[in-house]
């Protein structure tokens, strides 16, 4: 039996493109969109940022300065956060039926800035009841240590938690925890996918 809902956030809820932020940076600095991946990659700065290791100020600028990009902290954070797009794939409708029925937690891979421009532009999580961010928890999905703490805070078994992610390494993660998890592909099929667990939807 379903106890609890846990839901990714990105590519789940609110879908982003990150050659949108490559196309800008491309335009202050010259460099190709490979090469400012390549760039960004090879600092191995996101994956500590994504996980508190570092804070937003000191990611800026080391990054900033990887890309031999001048500019100040809000004209970064407003690139950083051109990714997203103001519409979502799941409608709030649904999230807050579901929230009406179910607790609901984020469960997400994220950083500081991205989650408090998010916070602030989609309305829709405050029918989230917990949000297990990765920058917060210190850790990544698919560690088990993000979904032990995604479980703790849905307050029942791994099992009587539904999770899904659009990414089949994070579900798969999941699933070892012992979390029923299913890939997401779309809005409906994850409606099909609730209704089959006795979810109402």
């Not at 991946?37 to 990054?63: A, K, N, W």
Request: overall charge negative.
């Amino acid at each position: 039996m379903i106890r609890a809902i846990l839901l990714d956030l990105g590519k789940v809820i609110v879908p982003f493109d990150f050659s949108i932020g490559y196309k800008v940076i491309e335009s202050r600095t010259g460099m190709s969109i490979d090469s400012i991946r390549e760039c960004i990659r090879s600092t191995g700065l996101v994956p500590r940022f994504e996980t508190g290791l570092i804070d937003p100020e000191d990611f800026v600028g080391q990054l900033c300065r990887a890309l031999r990009m001048k500019i100040d902290y809000p004209g970064f954070c407003d690139i950083w956060s051109s990714i997203f797009s103001r519409n979502t794939l799941l409608s709030e409708e649904f999230i807050s039926s579901l929230a009406n029925r179910y607790p609901l937690i984020l469960v997400s891979n994220t950083n500081q800035i991205h989650f408090e421009m998010i916070q602030r532009d989609y309305p829709l999580l405050r029918h989230f009841k917990e949000r297990v961010l990765s920058y917060k928890v210190q850790a990544m999905k698919p560690s088990s240590l993000i979904y032990q703490a995604a479980v703790a805070a849905a307050g029942c078994l791994p099992a009587e938690c539904f999770f899904t992610d659009d990414i089949a390494e994070y579900v798969e993660g999941a699933c070892q925890f012992g979390i029923d998890a299913v890939l997401f592909r779309d809005a409906a099929q994850l409606q099909l996918d609730l209704r089959s667990r006795g979810v109402e939807c």
